[in-house]
């Protein structure tokens, strides 16, 4: 059993749940040595609260907000130094309950030495018979991702139980075989946040690179009402998914997403002039090659 592992938690104004992830992933039997949180320059007294909250854990506190690509990437430099076999990027607002779902995925990983991402099932908290993520796949002509059995009940859902390869996995839960990383790489911070797991996902196929689904290691995930449209969202996916077109996939994927943004535009120009906004910002920003923090004004 290898638990010479690295717990990467990126916390952002939300230290309760930061908090109550690290309360759990101690209870099913992490180390503190297995836990490391990137406050990620919040704006509350998230620093105060965390080492106050959880004094054994080790803190980096980021001088600025390097948004979810950047904080992780803090975290996995943090455990490329330290000699860590393995880097987990964990969302802050997940849970573990009854047994180490960490290990039982990197005991899977130990198993299968040409696995280079792995991750497992993702069940929604507190509702927890209701399946986030059961493995995935990449649309390529959408340059987009499925999520197998998403929002379907366990009870009714057609679950494979088996250990497989996949060709997606979510940024929420993703386990990172250190050996493979002067290949992998580090994740892409023009992408700062949403749809950087996509990116990473399809990099890894990209040089031949495999990711696995271990649908015992079971985590919880306090998903509920993150779907919701946002402007910032609005923002960062079309900004975004012209990066990852412009990365990995081909002219067919380029011609259905112009068109699929002139119908927004159109749309948008009549029905509501904030998102048509938001998307001439988007596009406007991408052009330049600007890649950071999303403007002030949108939130």
Not at 197 to 209: F, N, P, T
Request: hydrophobic content about 35%; charged content about 25%; aromatic content about 14%.
């Amino acid at each position: 059993m290898n638990s010479n592992y690295l717990i990467i938690l990126l916390n952002y104004n939300n230290w309760p749940d930061t908090v109550e992830c690290i309360h759990s992933l101690k209870k099913c039997g992490v180390n503190d040595s297995n836990i490391l949180v990137i406050e990620n320059c919040s704006g509350d007294d998230s620093i105060s609260r965390l080492r106050s909250g959880t004094p054994d854990v080790k803190i980096i506190q980021s001088e600025k907000n390097l948004g979810f690509t950047g904080g992780n990437n803090l975290g996995i430099k943090y455990a490329l130094e330290n000699k860590y076999d393995y880097a987990v990027i964990l969302n802050n607002d997940t849970i573990l309950e009854g047994k180490n779902s960490i290990q039982v995925l990197i005991n899977e990983m130990e198993k299968n030495q040409g696995i280079t991402i792995g991750t497992g099932r993702i069940l929604y908290y507190p509702n927890k018979n209701i399946i986030w993520y059961d493995g995935g796949k990449l649309v390529k002509w959408k340059a987009s991702a499925i999520h197998f059995n998403y929002r379907k009940n366990i009870s009714n859902a057609s679950l494979n139980d088996e250990i497989k390869e996949i060709k997606f996995v979510s940024g929420c839960y993703m386990c990172i075989r250190l050996k493979d990383f002067p290949r992998l790489g580090y994740m892409d911070e023009n992408f700062f946040i949403y749809l950087d797991d996509l990116e990473y996902s399809a990099r890894a196929i990209k040089k031949k690179l495999k990711l696995m689904y271990v649908p015992e290691a079971i985590i919880y995930h306090k998903a509920i009402g993150e779907e919701k449209r946002t402007p910032k969202m609005i923002y960062y996916t079309i900004r975004n998914r012209r990066l990852l077109i412009n990365l990995h996939f081909g002219m067919i994927t380029k011609i259905y997403f112009e068109l699929a943004v002139e119908i927004k535009r159109f749309i948008w120009f009549f029905t509501n002039k904030d998102y048509y906004g938001i998307l001439k910002q988007a596009n406007k920003d991408y052009f330049k090659k600007y890649f950071g923090q999303a403007p002030e004004y949108i939130k």
